[in-house]
């Protein structure tokens, strides 16, 4: 396909001209390059085989996993937790094992939902790399495309020579199966190759504007040409923090440690899309706000208010098990400093190399930084940050919501506009407490909570019987796709 072709495919994607990135942007951002088809990689047998012998057996699964192990294949605590693989345990065991120890991935792998999420993200993130007043809509925009055709299979028709070979690193990220449906009555097998499959433009196209509407509903509601430093003050910043399976990690700092062996403690590791910082108050600290952007609708809060807190504590239990991690590293890294000054006075530096993993735990030199910058105090010396330092609330904004909810959308511009209108973006925000005690409380608990589910985790681990990860009964649960590709017995019996 021509360069004229290609921009004019682009254009229709998107619904305006076509505007190339390293134009708009000059040498802030480099050139767009043409990527290669991939090839969606088959790391299991498809949905439904043909024959018993293509079904899995989850031992052979934990053996190509681990192929230079001699031992029998057992299966094994994982490394970390997440938020997400948290909240996936509470929901399903099943799939918590399926997606996590033995790392499988659904059918598809990718959706066009989820690569709207993740781009969305992408383009959010890089806007903050601008100049403020080079953080336009169109530039926003711009960056939406670029992430995308970084990903976009082939060649602008979607044919390239290449196909089947990924450029960026998106190999297994499994972006090759969107807009494409492929003809399942030959017996190609595995072979997703584009003689056996369809590209549909006009679904790639709609896709697009409705993610181009959403980033237009994020500048309505939050113009980034506002926002001066030192904010953000982080972007997709990776969290983690060491947790004990019992008692409270607070004890442990205070002059005790974490005994580093997974059978007494475990990590949970995560990315929080942003930190901003407010001024400081009257309490002479400096506040921190944890935002998360939602691609997905707002919820409706028109139940009952015993169902509407319900699920106002389902949408911001992850970000309360963002801000006790963050919250952790922050008194991790006091505890660095303490023990270093410590060693520095007295010369004496053998307890060093025992704390050294200690820090990996701590807040980055960068972070501390913009901290230090936005307090006015270069002098990084004997900062208790901890006491400068407060987790304000926690935001989540959604980039679109329903268009029933009145209390973001008004029903009478709804009634007069065409039927491709969405609903607005919006936030919700929680107050992490009006107090110290009260901040207090509510991580505690989360820490409670976290501690409850590492436990069940451990215990289901230790009985070394992926029966005892039982399924669950929501019929849109990626359990049940997963289970269908094992042999019966050794995941699901016949009551499954």
Not at 13 to 23: A, C, D
Not at 73 to 101: G, M, N, R, V
Not at 131 to 156: A, I, M
Not at 252 to 271: A, I, Y
């Amino acid at each position: 396909m021509s360069r004229s072709m290609a921009r004019s495919h682009l254009r229709r994607l998107t619904g305006v001209p076509f505007i190339s990135p390293r134009h708009q942007l000059g040498k802030r951002l480099p050139p767009i390059i043409t990527m290669h088809s991939s090839s969606t990689s088959s790391e299991v047998p498809p949905t439904t085989p043909a024959t018993n012998d293509d079904l899995l057996d989850p031992y052979q699964v934990l053996r190509n996993l681990h192929p230079n192990s001699n031992n029998k294949p057992i299966i094994p605590h994982p490394t970390h937790l997440s938020p997400t693989s948290l909240e996936q345990f509470t929901k399903c065991p099943q799939a918590f094992f399926f997606l996590y120890i033995l790392k499988l991935k659904p059918d598809p792998p990718m959706t066009e939902q989820l690569a709207r999420g993740i781009i969305c993200h992408s383009a959010l993130e890089e806007v903050f790399d601008l100049r403020p007043e080079e953080r336009t809509l169109e530039n926003l925009s711009n960056l939406f495309r670029r992430e995308w055709r970084k990903h976009r299979v082939g060649d602008e028709s979607g044919h390239g020579e290449d196909s089947g070979r990924a450029s960026g690193g998106t190999k297994d990220e499994g972006y090759g199966t969107l807009f494409r449906t492929f003809d399942r009555d030959d017996d190609v097998g595995d072979d997703r190759g584009d003689k056996n499959s369809h590209y549909d433009v006009e679904a790639e196209i709609e896709w697009g504007k409705s993610s181009l509407r959403l980033l237009q509903n994020y500048y309505e509601l939050e113009d980034p040409k506002l926002i001066r430093t030192p904010n953000p003050a982080a972007t997709e910043m990776w969290v983690n923090a060491r947790f004990p399976l019992e008692g409270s990690s607070n004890d442990r700092l205070d002059g005790g440690r974490l005994d580093n062996t997974e059978d007494s403690t475990f990590v949970v590791r995560g990315k929080i899309d942003r930190i901003d910082l407010s001024p400081l108050t009257t309490s002479n600290k400096v506040q921190l706000q944890i935002i998360d952007y939602k691609t997905g609708k707002k919820p409706n809060f028109k139940y009952s208010p015993a169902v509407n807190e319900r699920i106002e504590n389902e949408q911001f239990w992850k970000m309360k098990v963002y801000a006790l991690v963050l919250w952790k590293m922050i008194q991790q890294t006091d505890k660095n400093n303490a023990i270093y000054h410590a060693n520095y006075q007295t010369s004496d530096y053998s307890g060093q190399e025992k704390d050294k993993q200690d820090y990996t735990f701590g807040l980055s030199w960068l972070f501390q930084q913009k901290i230090l910058q936005a307090v006015d105090n270069t002098n990084q010396k004997n900062i208790n940050w901890s006491n400068i330092l407060e987790l304000s609330s926690l935001r989540l904004m959604f980039l679109t919501s329903h268009l029933d909810d009145v209390s973001t959308n008004n029903p009478t511009i709804l009634a007069n506009s065409n039927d491709n209108i969405i609903g607005k973006a919006t936030i919700l925000d929680y107050p992490l407490g009006s107090n110290p005690a009260g901040f207090e409380s509510i991580l505690d608990q989360t820490e409670r909570e976290i501690q409850s589910l590492a436990r069940g985790i451990k215990q289901l681990v230790e009985m070394q019987d992926p029966l005892a990860f039982k399924h669950c009964d929501w019929k849109y649960c990626s359990c049940h796709e997963l289970r269908g590709r094992f042999r019966r017995g050794t995941v699901w019996m016949d009551e499954c």
